[in-house]
């Protein structure tokens, strides 16, 4: 499948490391969507190389060798980036992907099943549930000044991720200042034949 080779090469020019278990995994991901997105708008980017490099390798590269939580929770999971992925490299955390498109919400427990994720350990709630955890991410599209929502599923001393690039650090850390937060260094990250990316990271006030 080109998909399988596209991701295997773009992840050894990138230096990012994926196990057997887990290029099954994505490839297994990607067919599914592939068939849904013909009748579900679930995203613009199916081209194998494209998406092996904007939506696989872009969630996996900041969280692959990375501090493993206990828990953590993906707000606006869409099409399972971040919160699959994490899922999948993070086999010990618990996660709840957050999703309120019902559509897009059974994509995510199919796709789950697919990967061979343990069901007792993925669950995907609607926007109006009442959970929080250690590690909150989010990819989605936030408007100015809108992403402290996402400090509502933390957890006490807990913290907020977000994909972003290296030019918005400082837009970053103003914007989580307002939350009464801190900013915690940005992890940067290059994806082959892409710009470079960063996780921008936050944790509530008085906590490392």
């Not at 929080?132 to 991410?137: C, D, E, I, K, Y």
Request: a neutral charge.
């Amino acid at each position: 499948m080109i998909f399988d080779g596209s991701l295997r090469r773009a992840a050894a020019a990138s230096c990012i490391a994926l196990d057997e278990a887990s290029l099954t995994a994505c490839a297994a991901h990607y067919r599914l969507l592939v068939t849904w997105n013909r009748t579900h708008n679930l995203t613009r980017i199916v081209g194998p190389e494209e998406a092996a490099r904007l939506h696989y390798l872009d969630c996996l590269a900041p969280l692959v060798g990375g501090e493993v939580p206990p828990a953590f929770v993906d707000v606006g999971s869409g099409a399972g980036f971040p919160g699959l992925l994490a899922a999948l490299v993070w086999s010990s955390s618990e996660a709840f992907l957050i999703e309120p498109s019902k559509k897009r919400a059974s994509f995510l427990v199919l796709a789950s099943a697919e990967m061979g994720l343990d069901p007792a350990r993925v669950t995907v709630l609607d926007a109006g549930a009442s959970v929080t955890a250690p590690r909150v991410l989010s990819r989605a599209t936030f408007s100015a000044g809108s992403r402290q929502t996402l400090t509502r599923y933390a957890a006490p001393g807990g913290e907020v991720a977000v994909w972003g690039h290296p030019h918005d650090v400082s837009t970053w850390g103003n914007e989580v200042a307002t939350w009464g937060w801190n900013a915690l260094s940005a992890r940067t990250y290059r994806i082959d034949g892409l710009e470079d990316r960063c996780l921008l990271r936050a944790s509530a006030a008085g906590q490392k």
